[in-house]
């Protein structure tokens, strides 16, 4: 079955380190995204990519980076210059352009972040 | 910039009873999605709304999309405990393309009460 898989589930970083996220997904979906999900918060942007090798900041970019190497998978790292890291994050697919508007993203089941 | 508003942010409601979710947004748009989540998990794509006067229903729920007065609405009817969940709109900034850059909700947490 076609899915997205994020890993580790659970990741507990020590101050000062940089932790990477991973998500992977065999939909063939053009388009990638990173989430964080704060207690009783919705989802905010952090980085997307519409095709390899390119990537777009979202709304809370900062102390995060991605790379885009190939279709398949878009790893999010939470540097150190990310002070408050603890959130459960999502990693999202989707079809890209107006010809799948009418497709949702799909979401990954998440890795909780804390910190030691 | 785009704000979504989704009202109630909290909801405990009785099994068998009737209400709905409003997700008011800021600027034009004619794409929105609707989101469930059940606690510590992922979130599961409900409903896709593309154009004025959409309506879509699965089971006890039923999305509408008003783009003129920018409303989205969630109808649970006869709610059961099955449906405890967040539910999250996201609505597409941009109008157009594909589910892309969406901005959400805060979510609306559902807990139906026996």
């Known amino acids: 079955d076609g899915g997205i898989t994020q890993s580790p589930k659970y990741l507990f970083r020590k101050e000062g380190q940089n932790v990477t996220l991973s998500c992977e997904q065999n939909?063939?979906?053009?388009?990638m995204y990173w989430y964080r999900q704060d207690p009783g918060q919705g989802l905010r942007l952090i980085y997307y990519?519409?095709?390899?090798?390119?990537?777009q900041k979202g709304d809370i970019a900062e102390g995060y980076s991605v790379s885009r190497e190939k279709k398949e998978s878009f790893p999010l790292t939470v540097t150190s210059a990310q002070k408050n890291p603890t959130a459960f994050y999502l990693c999202?697919?989707?079809?890209?352009?107006?010809?799948?508007?009418?497709?949702?993203?799909?979401f990954g089941d998440g890795t909780r972040l804390s910190i030691l | 910039e785009l704000k979504v508003e989704q009202n109630p942010l909290f909801l405990s409601m009785q099994e068998g009873k009737n209400y709905t979710i409003y997700c008011n947004y800021s600027?034009?748009?004619?794409?929105l999605y609707w989101y469930r989540q059940d606690p510590g998990k992922s979130l599961e794509s409900l409903f896709v709304?593309?154009?004025?006067?959409a309506v879509k229903q699965e089971g006890r729920l039923m999305a509408s999309l008003d783009t003129k007065a920018r409303l989205s609405t969630l109808h649970i009817t006869a709610a059961v405990h099955d449906l405890s969940a967040t539910y999250f709109c996201?609505?597409?900034?941009?109008?157009?393309?594909?589910?892309?850059?969406?901005?959400f909700g805060k979510g609306t947490k559902l807990t139906v009460n026996p």
């Open positions: 999202a697919s989707s079809l890209s352009g107006q010809t799948h508007s009418n497709q949702p993203q799909h």
């Open positions: 939909l063939n979906h053009d388009a």
């Open positions: 990519s519409h095709i390899v090798n390119d990537f």
């Open positions: 600027t034009t748009s004619d794409r």
């Open positions: 709304l593309l154009s004025n006067g």
């Open positions: 996201a609505v597409d900034p941009r109008g157009r393309g594909g589910s892309e850059k969406l901005v």
